[in-house]
C-alpha cells in the first residue's frame, strides 16, 4: 500500500517562507511523477507543482519563481519550499504520486498566510 504523508505546513506571514515534505511509504524513484496541488476554500484542486522520474519540472503560472520542487529518493521525500507567500497562497497541500498508473494522494496539510 502506498501512502504520502505530508508535513510542514502552518502559519506563516505574507513575504515568508515554509517547506512542506511529503514522505512516501515506497521508494520514490519508481514514481512516474510526484506533485503538489492545493485547494482553497470555495475552489477547486488545483495543480501546484510537479517533477517526474527524470526529474522534469512544472509549475503553475502563479507559483513560478516563487516556489521549488525537488526531491530527495534516498529519503523518498519530496519537497516544496515556497517563498515569498502571498495570502492567495493559503489553502490545503497536498502530495500527489503516480505509481504503476495509480494517483496517490496524502492527507494534505493547511497553509495559512497572513497579513
Known amino acids: 500500500q502506498v501512502q504520502l504523508v505530508e508535513s510542514g505546513g502552518g502559519l506563516v506571514q505574507a513575504g515568508g517562507s515554509l517547506r512542506l515534505s511529503c514522505a512516501a511509504s515506497?521508494?520514490?524513484?519508481?514514481?512516474?511523477?510526484m506533485g503538489w496541488y492545493r485547494q482553497a476554500p470555495g475552489k477547486e484542486r488545483e495543480l501546484v507543482a510537479r517533477i517526474t522520474s527524470g526529474d522534469s519540472t512544472n509549475y503553475a503560472d502563479s507559483v513560478k519563481g516563487r516556489f521549488t520542487i525537488s526531491r530527495e529518493n534516498a529519503k523518498n521525500t519530496v519537497y516544496l519550499q515556497m517563498s515569498s507567500l502571498k495570502r492567495e497562497d493559503t489553502a490545503v497541500y497536498y502530495c500527489?504520486?503516480?505509481?504503476?498508473?495509480?494517483?496517490?494522494w496524502g492527507q494534505g496539510t493547511q497553509v495559512t498566510v497572513s497579513s
Open positions: 515506497g521508494s520514490i524513484f519508481t514514481f512516474t511523477a
Open positions: 500527489h504520486g503516480v505509481w504503476r498508473y495509480a494517483n496517490y
